[in-house]
């Protein structure tokens, strides 16, 4: 995940100033194109593209609430398997009497340490599976019917898609912030070119100057940005 930000601040609260400033740029647009012919209305609606673009990609928060329902969804597979392996350990010991050699093969020494990840379970579950039809015979006719194997085999799929889902909640997440990150970097780049020229168009007026100045979070619990002046 990039996150070399040219801006001092959270997404969020830049996004929202970029916003403000195009807004006041809009109705000064007259005094930036008498300052340089550099500043065309081309050049603004350049930015203001970018705004619309950055506004499309769903925030971090979004992703966040994603990842951690497909890792409660994990968990709830993990335990799904741990439920169903313990409702058939007793008929693997019906099946071999006193044989704890074979139970194990079944995995009763490895089953605690099966619980602690989906990824752990799944590697779990794959044994299980190879082990059940080994033993196919003696499991059947210790009372085991083919919808037993076969939910073995759907228990196992099914976790193996949600951590499958789970990977991707991660990908999407880091792949959103960093064209997040990509975008309102231009969105800076491009709008220190106003904020430059502000400082000369607006030199006597302090009020008007202060609402050229780039935010930056001195409080990370408040999304409120406080204007600064940074170098650009």
């Given at each position: 995940m990039?996150?070399?930000?040219?801006?001092?601040?959270?997404d969020?609260?830049?996004?929202?100033?970029?916003?403000?400033?195009?807004?006041?740029?809009?109705?000064?647009?007259?005094?930036?194109?008498?300052?340089?012919?550099?500043?065309?209305?081309?050049?603004?609606?350049?930015?203001?593209?970018?705004?619309?673009?950055?506004?499309?990609?769903?925030?971090?928060?979004?992703?966040?609430?994603?990842?951690?329902?497909?890792?409660?969804?994990?968990?709830?597979?993990?335990?799904?398997?741990?439920?169903?392996?313990?409702?058939?350990?007793?008929?693997?010991?019906?099946?071999?009497?006193?044989?704890?050699?074979?139970?194990?093969?079944?995995?009763?020494?490895?089953?605690?340490?099966?619980?602690?990840?989906?990824?752990?379970?799944?590697?779990?579950?794959?044994?299980?599976?190879?082990?059940?039809?080994?033993?196919?015979?003696?499991?059947?006719?210790?009372?085991?019917?083919?919808?037993?194997?076969?939910?073995?085999?759907?228990?196992?799929?099914?976790?193996?898609?949600n951590?499958?889902?789970?990977t991707?909640?991660?990908?999407?997440?880091?792949?959103?912030?960093?064209?997040?990150?990509?975008?309102?970097?231009?969105?800076?780049?491009?709008?220190?070119?106003?904020?430059?020229?502000?400082?000369?168009?607006?030199?006597?007026?302090?009020?008007?100057?202060?609402w050229?100045?780039?935010?930056?979070?001195?409080?990370?619990?408040?999304?409120?940005?406080?204007?600064?002046?940074?170098?650009?």
């Amino acid at each position: 995940m990039n996150d070399s930000r040219l801006y001092s601040c959270s997404d969020a609260m830049f996004i929202s100033w970029a916003s403000q400033s195009l807004n006041l740029i809009r109705e000064e647009q007259e005094r930036f194109a008498a300052f340089s012919i550099f500043f065309t209305p081309e050049r603004l609606q350049e930015i203001v593209v970018l705004s619309e673009e950055a506004n499309t990609i769903p925030s971090d928060k979004v992703y966040i609430d994603i990842q951690a329902q497909a890792t409660e969804n994990v968990n709830a597979s993990v335990e799904e398997c741990a439920k169903f392996y313990q409702s058939c350990k007793f008929d693997i010991e019906n099946a071999f009497p006193n044989k704890k050699n074979i139970w194990n093969q079944f995995g009763f020494n490895d089953y605690e340490a099966a619980r602690k990840s989906g990824r752990a379970m799944y590697m779990f579950y794959s044994d299980f599976l190879l082990i059940a039809n080994i033993h196919k015979a003696a499991m059947v006719e210790a009372g085991w019917s083919d919808e037993i194997f076969t939910k073995i085999i759907d228990l196992k799929d099914k976790l193996k898609l949600n951590m499958d889902q789970q990977t991707k909640s991660r990908i999407d997440r880091g792949r959103a912030a960093d064209d997040r990150i990509v975008c309102l970097n231009n969105i800076y780049d491009r709008l220190s070119k106003y904020m430059k020229a502000a400082k000369i168009i607006y030199v006597s007026n302090e009020e008007m100057l202060r609402w050229f100045k780039f935010p930056v979070a001195r409080n990370t619990k408040s999304e409120s940005p406080e204007l600064e002046e940074e170098t650009v």
